[in-house]
């Protein structure tokens, strides 16, 4: 085992989703995949091998935010070899033109967070997904009429922001939404080499206070964990 991942050489699958809620990678394993084994319960962080569609795939709570995704993502990249990985999470939207329930693919991620201060002191480094990554999810969502949008999130470290100032200027940059844990996600996969993406679903509207109900929140959820899962093995 790593010291954060209990299980056994071999028994994470190349690709990977990744849920920041460890109850959410127990559902996706038990309504997504065939044949399922939980290799992880260390700290309630659940982590399942199974199939889809007969390819091998895993999925593992990365817990909320850069810190907690941070170990996880390191761990299986250094530890277990995975190639492909895929968040599958939430995130606020900043921005007029995306409503609450929409799917999110995120290409770039900045940050204000510190882990790429201390990587790269005062260079300032861009945290971008894969490109066949990104070109296969957005081909998928079409084809299934999902409502998508591509483009730039803020990572934040501050779910609970003081007031909205800051959130209206990322959004004149063209930032569509605030998560939490996708530029660590897209830099750690740069530095090994690996594959990664964000699929995420508008739960809430920042600037308006809009929230998806929770049978909503649950429709465009496995939307996107369908995207995903396709995404990974195509
Ligand atoms: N901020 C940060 N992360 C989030 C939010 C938010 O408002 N909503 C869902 N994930």
Redesign the pocket.
Known sequence: MSTHIGAKPGEIAERILLPGDPLRAKYIANTFLEGSVCYNEVRGMFGYTGRYKGVPVSVQGTGMGVPSISIYVHELLADYGVKTLIRVG???AIRPEVRVRDVILAMSASTTSAPNRLRFGHVQYAPTANFDLLRTAHEIAREKGTSIHVGSVMT?DL?YADGTADLERWAKFGMLA???ESAELFTLAAQFGARALSILTV??H?LTGEETSAEERERSFREMVEIALETAIR
Request: one cysteine or more; proline letters at 0%.
């Open positions: 939430t995130c606020g934040t779910f605030v998560e939490m739960s809430d920042v």
